[in-house]
């Protein structure tokens, strides 16, 4: 399959769950020109602020080769990804991101992600959609749960 084609599916997916009274996004993630999964945001139909369509494509494809890593993956979004999207991709390992629509397309129907992407791009202190505080833990110069973590993982490798 093309680039193009991977697209359409993804809008069709959004096309599809607009009609089933969800959010206009989907996303198909593929590795190797094989699609790994197919998602829709399912935010309302599971009370769950996270379910994006890129995130619930990620957690499929996670599930569907056994990682947590997607190197080498490409995910094709209806729609212009959150913040929250992206740094999921990026932590993923998501080698490619291809967009759809745009910030600018979705913003007039109140679905672009660029005010929050803004704010969430400011320091911490700077920012005021949240009270933010700092309340580190007495080991916070040097975090047992953090040194515990990396000699677990060097055990791994």
Partial sequence: MSDNAFMQEAVELARENVADGGQPFGAVLVKDGKVIARAVNRMEAENDPTAHAELMA???????????RLD???????GQPCPMCLAAMQIAGIS??????SNE??????LGSADAAAELSQ???????????????D?????????????QSAKKA
């Fill in 123 to 137: 320091p911490l202190d700077q920012q005021d959609w949240a009270t933010i505080r700092y309340l580190p833990p």
């Fill in 96 to 101: 490619e991101i291809v967009i759809g629509y």
């Fill in 58 to 68: 990620l957690r499929e494809a996670g599930a569907a080769l056994a990682t947590t």
């Fill in 139 to 151: 080991d916070a110069a040097a975090p047992e749960i953090y040194r515990a973590w990396s000699a």
């Fill in 105 to 110: 397309n979705g913003a007039p129907y109140g």
């Fill in 72 to 78: 080498g993956c490409t995910v094709y979004a209806s």
